[in-house]
């Protein structure tokens, strides 16, 4: 009767639902009203579906009815791809922090550099690699130089994922600050520049918890010797953290974006954006006596609530 539905995050609030047309318009119905609706068991083959379909719609945009779902729910493995650099960068961060952490147990002091892609090639630093994968046979036992290097190369696939990550998320950050934070003129009036103050406050706390997630996924190569130990630990480990991102970077794609289509000129599309990105920053990073603060202010006659 409503034609084929299909699955998507909702509009602002971003929530798992399903679409159909009705009388030539979108009726977007959240997936867990839908189940209450029909009494679907979450136990039931129908209810699991259901949570199978939330689930992707953190990796992929849209679902259709008979689509394979995304490989992160079956395989682990990642429904898109790296790009050439971020898994030369990868390969070479490994290499580097085995180096490092060779030298550290050894209480060498040798500078060796900051890492870029295809640190390893470089003549010296090839004679580094070599010596440091020799210290780690030592630590390891039961391997040699080549299996050293092909685990290497193996968590470097995985790891490419977050240098991605990293890569798009810090674009995303830098574009954002570098026009979000203009030099207010006194003519602008107060409301506005409160809006803006509130704005920044919250980016501040966003982009932190961006920082801190990255942060976390470098700790991981701290212990480059257990990385190299239990392979199939470290690409587990990975492949949360790169889903983590990869979830984190789809929410935020909208406000980056917003951002990088910015002129920076305190025109209308600037105030625009900055409405839009309180919107989405306000329920995230605002914390509940702020909330109470706002709610205790004079409201405009006609505002009787604010539903998020």
Not at 86 to 104: F, P, Y
């Amino acid at each position: 009767m409503l034609g084929e539905p299909v699955f998507r995050l909702s509009e602002g609030q971003r929530v798992p639902s399903m679409v159909v047309q009705v009388d030539n318009h979108e009726a977007v119905l959240p997936l867990r009203s839908v189940a209450h609706e029909f009494k679907i068991d979450p136990d039931s083959a129908d209810g699991r579906m259901l949570a199978l379909i939330e689930q992707a719609l953190e990796f992929v945009v849209v679902l259709h009815l008979g689509e394979t779902l995304p490989s992160e729910l079956d395989t682990g493995e990642a429904s898109w791809k790296p790009t050439l650099r971020d898994h030369q960068l990868a390969v070479s961060r490994l290499s580097h922090e085995l180096v490092r952490g060779m030298m550290a147990r050894s209480g060498e002091t040798q500078q060796i550099g900051a890492v870029t892609p295809g640190w390893e090639d470089d003549p010296a630093n090839r004679a580094l690699v070599r010596n440091a994968i020799e210290a780690a046979i030592s630590h390891l036992g039961d391997v040699d130089a080549a299996e050293i290097t092909a685990r290497i190369n193996t968590i470097g696939d995985e790891l490419a994922y977050l240098e991605t990550m990293r890569r798009t998320l810090t674009r995303g950050m830098s574009e954002q600050r570098d026009k979000l934070f203009p030099t207010l003129s006194d003519h602008i009036p107060a409301a506005r520049r409160d809006m803006l103050r509130q704005v920044q406050i919250l980016t501040r706390r966003g982009t932190a918890e961006i920082t801190r997630k990255l942060d976390e996924a470098d700790e991981g190569l701290d212990d480059i010797l257990g990385m190299l130990r239990e392979p199939a630990t470290a690409i587990d480990w990975l492949r949360h953290q790169r889903d983590r991102l990869f979830r984190m970077h789809r929410a935020w794609e909208p406000v980056f974006e917003d951002w990088c289509n910015m002129s920076g000129h305190l025109d209308d599309f600037f105030w625009k954006a900055v409405e839009r990105t309180y919107a989405f920053l306000a329920p995230r990073f605002m914390s509940y006596q702020e909330w109470a603060v706002i709610d205790a202010k004079p409201k405009p006659v006609g505002l009787r609530a604010k539903i998020w």
